[in-house]
């Protein structure tokens, strides 16, 4: 007796479903990475400004609020680089 031919089963294709899926884009910004460091670094430096010319510079009238300003430029940093994917 002939042996009957083999069918080849069709390869498992998923049926198309109603729920697209979604696309997330993760990019970041060009400008954050620049200006979060930029804000780090003028933070930085205005600190080390202040005591290396022992409160004379960068605002002498501030005296040692100076400090405060250079953590909130830093701190500005921070909250731009939460921007950042």
């Given at each position: 007796?002939p ?6 089963k ?17 990019s ?15 933070g ?5 400004v202040f005591?290396?010319t022992?409160?004379?510079?960068p ?9 405060v ?8 940093g921070f909250a731009?680089?939460t921007?950042?994917k």
């Open positions: 007796m042996k009957s031919r083999i069918r080849k069709a390869d498992f294709t998923p049926p198309p479903s109603s729920k697209q899926a979604t696309n997330i884009k993760l970041s910004h060009s400008w954050v990475a620049p200006v979060m460091l930029a804000l780090f670094l003028i930085l430096a205005w600190i080390v005591y290396v022992d409160g004379r510079l605002v002498q009238s501030l005296g040692n609020w100076n400090i300003v250079g953590f909130g430029f830093i701190a500005g731009v680089s921007q950042w």
